[in-house]
Structure formats: C-alpha cells, structure tokens
C-alpha cells in the first residue's frame, strides 16, 4: 500500500504531465496551421502542413544534413513539384525567405531539376507527430518547413540553400538585375575573380547579408553601410575572419559560421574580397 507521501508525488507527477500535454496542444495545432506561402509575379499559393503532409507527391527523403551535422530523413515533395503551373523560368531565381531573417535567392533552374544525375530540391515537413529535433547548438526547431537537398554528382550545393525555418518561395529576377549597386562593370573580364567574387556573394552571403541596401536578408549587417569591411579590415585580418570569424571576434548570439560550413574555400574568400575591393574603389 502507497504511503501518503508516495500518492500526493503520484497526483504531482500527473499534473505536471497533464499541464504538459496542455503547453503542447495548442503548439502542435500551431504546427498544424503553420503556412507556406508560394509566388511567382502574379500569383499565389498558400499550403498548410497538414495539406502538404497529405500531399500524394510526398515522400521520405534521407539526406546528408549539414544543418543537423548528420543523416536525417524528412517527410518532404519536390520543391519543382510546388512550383508547377507558376511562372518560373530556368533563369529565373526564387527567392527563399525564412522566419528569422534569412533569405537566399537560390536559381530557379536547380529548384526546377527533376534529373537524379543532378542535385534534387525537396521541401521538408515537420511532422507534428513526430517533431524534428532542436538544431544543435541553437535550441531551436527547423520547422515547420524547410528547403533540403540530395546532392548528386560533382555539382556543389551551397550550404546556404539548406533553408530552414521557411516561410516563402517567391519567384524573382536576378540578385544582379534587382539590384545593380551589386553589378560589376563591361570592362572586367569575364574569368575575373571579380566576376566570381559577386557569383559566392551572392550565393552565400546575402543569405544573411545586405549590401549598400540591395537584398531582402535581416540577420547581419549590411555590408557598405556605413563602410565596406576591407576599408576598416587589414586584409589578412579579414581572410582569417570569412575563415574563422570567433577566431578574430565574437559577440552576443553571434549566427556568424565559418568558411567550412559555409562551403568557401581559401579561393572563394580571395574572390569575394576582390569583389569587395572593386566596390570599394568604385564608391570612392
């Protein structure tokens, strides 16, 4: 027979679970009702994830997931398949916008691939039923939905198309075209690493990033208002801090990572410093 003490704990325990259960139904049918929202230039759609749990062209995906640093399988549809009927061109970019900030124009032609040989874009669902875990070293989710990629071949994924926390699609011009403070001039030839320093910019850091105005990111600093970095950065100081920015500087919830989970080598830092350098002097 249960002493006292050992009822009055067994009646604790069933109420702290049950105020438990109660914090986690309104978030699971907040999960429910959660929305994706997908445009091109003169519609739009708006998908739950219930209606996308549902949809017939889901499917398990198992991936190599640099977000979570280890294999992941996620209930998740073709990105191509979200964009069918849209106006969206192979030229095109689409424009991935997430909850916290983030946003990176990623070019239609590889969202659109239906090709194994090539990398395939699939949009993952979290399953309230069976949540993701928090992403490590963050304490948060990557739901409710999130862009995932099944890399194949030699064709390099950026690290910055793994999107997740996604809550828009939008089917866009060019980075470039958007915004012609980014451009470079008629002069520079085209194997420039000029040329390809704007190319990583674009691909990496404007993810996070702004620059003198152009993009849609909210996370970090803008990056020529006030100054461009290499006019207050001594250039081997700035090379280590693209490598390893807590190897320079750190600060409070820094998001900032380093060159390797962002996918840049040792050339791709020289580049966009060299791209970094030619707006520096063509501002003066």
Partial sequence: MRSPGARRRARLGIALLGAWLALLAPLAALAQTATLTVTDRGASRTYTVRELLASPQRRAVTVADPVFRRSMTYRAVPVADLLKGLAVAPDDYVQVTASDGFSVAIPARLLL???????????????????????????????????????????????????????????????????????????????????????????????????????????????????????????????????????????????????????????????????LEYKARTRR
Wanted: charged letters at 20%.
């Fill in 113 to 275: 691939n239906t090709d194994p040989a090539a990398p395939l874009a699939f949009l993952a669902i979290d399953d309230p039923a069976a949540p993701w875990p928090a992403i490590p070293g963050k304490g948060s989710g990557a739901g409710p939905f999130y862009v995932v990629w099944q890399p194949a071949g030699p064709t390099p994924v950026s690290s910055e198309y793994w999107a997740y926390a996604t809550v828009s699609l939008t089917v866009t011009d060019s980075p470039v075209e958007r915004w012609s403070v980014l451009a470079v001039g008629a002069d520079v030839p085209a194997a420039d690493p000029i040329r390809r320093g704007l190319d990583r910019f674009v691909s990496v850091c404007m993810a996070c990033h702004r620059f003198d105005g152009a993009g849609e990111a909210e996370m970090g600093p803008d990056l020529a208002r006030p100054m461009n970095p290499v006019d207050y950065f001594q250039l081997p100081a700035l090379r280590k801090f693209l490598h390893d920015p807590k190897s320079v500087r750190s600060w409070p919830d820094m998001k900032m990572a380093g060159a390797e989970a962002m996918s840049l080598t040792a050339r791709d830092i020289d580049d966009i410093i060299a791209w």
